[in-house]
């Protein structure tokens, strides 16, 4: 078989691999299609699209959570040291203990989130952990009374609201956290010794209408985010759909259409590549020029069908008698074959000619008005550049090998001849029916 570029050794245009897959399934990128053509407030992603979106942003989602929880770590060890350091010593001994406690939660927390577990176990633990940062913050208030009582309830709903509009988390777990926060305040709120009733329930109202607000902004830059992914989708579809054409426009364009070998174009490359651009050639290489006899008479009595089957079978055998994966055979002109053995010697490649040439003709493929045989014969030239010899650059070599085909139509065709400037024709022919 011949080494022949195929279309997925040709690189993919742009794409993180994320999603790879997702193209290929028409029931994914049909439900894209239909979210995408509604306006974004009816987007709801189903279960594969909704844990495909959960994979994609949970980097960057654990990456929040666990930045937040270290914020509010080290802001609780910096108050707890002020607190100590600048209060007098009742009231900062009464913050102690759940100012003590926050950072040790916190880190808890943000060490879970290090990496993705089972979402039950990281959502219990993310909920649990914000309600007891968002308690703790609330009870140093609450112990130390006073001013203080109503400064750290309205720290602990600050808290809060940047855990709601920062976390990328399902917004069932953002309701329970705003739940959570607003009960906690509300419990303390009318619990307040130096606050009236009034009072209590005026601020409420207000703080409840906040965190209503916020949830729902942390709705919509959730929908939103869901509605780019679906864009990632569908444009990574038509990439990939662009890709494919492209592959497929590059192997037209280096294949040939009738015989499925290289075609010139894409032989001309292999030859720049083995022979470094021009710069040097391999030490070893062996090149045929094959040419079908008397193919015009064949065309011209039987017909174009019948000449183009003749190609196909001729390509095929050529094609079967090289080694798969190393040998480059390609179509190179209406009739003729080009064939490149890197790493052959003279009678290796020799050898692999005359069965070629051998196999052709067993064939009995008719071409009844040839001057040579009734059936299809096939004339080839050989040109071999061998190690310690002239450094043949792929024209000359190619030269040599047009040379030592044309000597073989003159000997009267289907033959085998090597290009030997020193040696004279009646040696090759002598060489070649040795071989034989």
């Known amino acids: ?11 993919l245009i742009a794409a993180d691999r994320t999603c790879l897959g997702v193209q290929d399934d028409p029931s994914i990128m049909a439900e894209v299609e239909r979210l995408l053509s509604h306006p974004a407030r009816h987007i709801r992603l189903n279960d594969e699209i909704n844990r495909l979106f959960k994979d994609r942003i949970w980097p ?6 666990r930045a937040w929880m270290i914020w509010v770590a080290i802001l609780g060890v ?11 010593p009742d009231v900062s001994k009464s913050m102690v203990r759940p100012g003590a406690m926050l950072p040790p939660i916190a880190l808890a927390v943000a060490l879970v989130w290090r990496r993705p577990r089972a979402t039950w176990l990281q959502g219990s633990l993310l909920i649990a952990g914000v309600f007891a940062i968002l308690l703790l913050i609330a009870l140093v208030g609450v112990s130390a009374g006073g001013e203080f009582y109503e400064r750290h309830l309205n720290i602990m709903l600050f808290v809060a609201i940047t855990a709601i509009i920062i976390f990328g988390i399902p917004l069932v777990w953002t309701v329970i956290i705003a739940t959570q926060a607003l009960s906690i305040y509300f419990v303390f709120q009318l619990t307040n010794p130096s606050l009236e009733l009034g009072s209590a329930l005026a601020s409420m109202l207000l703080f409840t209408t906040g965190v209503v607000a916020t949830v729902a ?22 990439v990939s759909e662009q890709a494919e054409v492209n592959d497929r ?4 364009a280096r294949t040939d259409p009738l015989t499925g070998l290289a075609n010139r174009r894409s032989m001309t490359e292999t030859i720049d590549h083995l022979w470094n651009k021009g710069k040097k050639g391999p030490e070893r290489v062996a090149m045929l020029m094959c040419d079908i006899d008397e193919f015009k008479k064949l065309n011209d009595h039987l017909g174009h069908a019948e000449g183009d089957r003749c190609l196909v079978q001729v390509a095929g055998i050529i094609q079967k008698h090289v080694r798969r994966n190393l040998d480059h055979v390609a179509r190179y002109g209406g009739e003729e074959f080009l064939v490149i053995l890197p790493g052959m010697s003279e009678k290796q490649a020799l050898c692999v000619a005359e069965r070629v040439r051998k196999k052709v003709e067993a064939a009995s493929l008719p071409n009844p008005m040839s001057r040579v045989s009734q059936n299809v014969t096939l004339s080839i030239g050989i040109a071999v550049q061998v190690p310690n010899g002239e450094n043949l650059s792929s024209e000359q070599l190619q030269c040599n090998a047009d040379a030592a085909l044309y000597r073989a139509k003159q000997l009267g065709r289907n033959r ?21």
């Open 416 to 436: 085998v001849i090597i290009h030997r400037p020193a040696t004279s024709i009646h040696d090759d022919i002598a060489e070649r029916k040795a071989i034989r």
């Open 249 to 252: 426009l590059e192997c037209l």
């Open 78 to 88: 910096l108050t707890f040291i002020f607190n100590i350091l600048l209060l007098p």
């Open 60 to 65: 960057q989602t654990s990456k929040i959570i």
């Open 217 to 238: 902004a942390r709705r919509n830059m959730t929908i939103l985010a869901q509605k780019a992914f679906l864009f990632e989708l569908r444009d990574r579809r038509r």
């Open 1 to 11: 078989m011949v080494k022949q570029t195929k279309v997925t050794d040709i690189p």
